[in-house]
């Protein structure tokens, strides 16, 4: 059984940084999509980054140049580097697996997201 739990979320001040883990169990990041998605309460939940197998990275237009995804194979561990940490930002993170992603008009879109590995969330909130 796949199973991904997110950490490192909390509260900050505007302009601080976190760094979001995401540790996969019962399954290997090697041959798989990994991204990151947020839900603000009353939006709707929100791409944000996406690392393909190739290397490739995305990223939605509201947190490019802020936010930097990682990845460690080996350790099968994902990371969200988020620095300038605005209000807007506030939501629940959750990462998912096994769910490809397109980039598209400024944003990032999982394509199938019934059919990856969702972690439970963890919450980040920026104080004003």
């Known amino acids: 059984q796949v199973q991904l739990v997110e950490s490192g979320g909390g509260l900050v001040q505007v302009g601080g940084s976190l760094r979001l883990s995401c540790s996969v169990s019962g399954d290997t990041l090697d041959y798989y999509y990994v991204g990151w998605y947020r839900q603000a309460p009353g939006k709707e939940r929100e791409g944000i980054s996406c690392s393909g197998i190739d290397g490739s990275t995305y990223y939605a237009e509201s947190v490019k140049g802020r936010f930097t995804i990682a990845r460690d194979n080996a350790g099968n561990t994902a990371y969200l580097q988020m620095n300038s940490l605005a209000p807007e930002d506030t939501a629940v993170y959750y990462c998912?697996?096994?769910?490809?992603?397109?980039?598209?008009?400024?944003?990032?879109?999982?394509?199938?997201?019934?059919?990856?590995?969702w972690g439970r969330g963890t919450q980040v909130t920026v104080s004003s």
């Open positions: 998912a697996t096994r769910i490809p992603c397109v980039y598209y008009s400024g944003k990032v879109y999982p394509i199938g997201p019934d059919f990856g590995s």
